[in-house]
């Protein structure tokens, strides 16, 4: 009586989050997957409920689109290298060269940039890559030239590693902290140089947590419209931007479905690459 009692315990517990798991989360997903396959009538603007491969013949044979998802792909795996390349230095200090408490605080100055709002951030990072803002401002006091980096890919690729930096370093510090110093000292003990030791040991073992933080930042950079409307210019638009204008402003809704599942093929083809390197592992 008391294990059937703790069954059905355990069964009110699960029945909500899977719930709602399976009925607002699988449930919008599946009628996107079907709008996807539907079409705006051009008279009425009413959405025909017929089956059509209309929406991705125009997105596979109009170059725009792909120009646009090339670009979104770049610059997400652009931003996800440099986030890595950033991350290294700081998640080794915090996760093997500095006590608990400086680590707790590290952690929490890193973590801090996210306690604001995101638009904060971005429009910050408006001021500072501005024709006036303090990156020109600095490089006038040392007489070099103004940088038009403003509304570019450029300062798209600056602002979104900087947004999604955090991400990669939180995976990156739990994969090097779980790497035993018996294996660093074995390795010194048998001759190997510093740069040996991080090439044969140190990073092979830390290949899980930069995968695990790149899903975050490649899937995040990709799904994002917000920063390319803000940052960027004429020609940054995202898919997420293409997407938005769709719904929002010509209420193409099936198109924008099937661009929304050109983008979730593309993050769940990484999220497949990902776990070959071992991102998903529990350890």
């Known amino acids: 009586m008391t294990q059937g009692r703790k069954l059905l315990g355990h069964i009110a517990l699960l029945v909500p989050p899977f719930g709602w798991l399976g009925v607002f989360y699988l449930g919008s997903l599946s009628v996107l997957l079907l709008s996807a396959f539907w079409q705006v009538d051009a008279m009425s603007g009413e959405i025909v409920r017929d089956w059509t491969l209309d929406n991705f013949r125009i997105l596979f044979s109009d170059t725009t689109y792909s120009i646009i998802a090339r670009r979104t792909t770049g610059i997400a795996l652009l931003v996800t290298v440099t986030d890595i390349i950033l991350a290294w230095p700081l998640a080794w200090v915090i996760a093997r060269k500095v006590g608990p408490r400086l680590k707790l605080t590290l ?46 890919n450029i300062a798209l690729w600056i602002v979104f590693s900087y947004l999604w930096l955090p991400f990669m370093l939180m995976p990156m510090v739990a994969a090097l902290e779980r790497i035993p110093a018996s294996l660093l000292d074995a390795a010194g003990d048998q001759g190997a140089t510093p740069w040996q030791v991080f090439r ?72 497949l690459l990902a776990r070959r390197f071992g991102a998903f592992d529990a350890q």
Do not use: C, K
Request: proline share 5%.
């Open 107 to 152: 952690l929490v100055l890193v973590a801090l940039p996210l306690w604001s709002s995101m638009l904060a951030r971005i429009y910050a990072w408006r001021l500072i890559l501005g024709h006036d803002g303090v990156l020109n401002w600095g490089l006038r006091l040392v007489g070099l030239p103004d940088q038009n980096v403003a509304f570019t």
């Open 200 to 271: 044969t040991v140190v990073f092979p073992l830390a290949i899980p947590g930069m995968a695990a933080g790149s899903v975050f930042t490649f899937a995040v950079t990709q799904g994002d419209y917000v920063a390319p409307m803000l940052v960027g210019g004429a020609g940054s638009e995202f898919i997420g931007n293409v997407v938005y204008s769709n719904v929002g402003v010509s209420g193409n809704v099936p198109f924008a479905a099937a661009f929304s599942l050109v983008l979730l093929g593309m993050v769940a083809a990484y999220m």
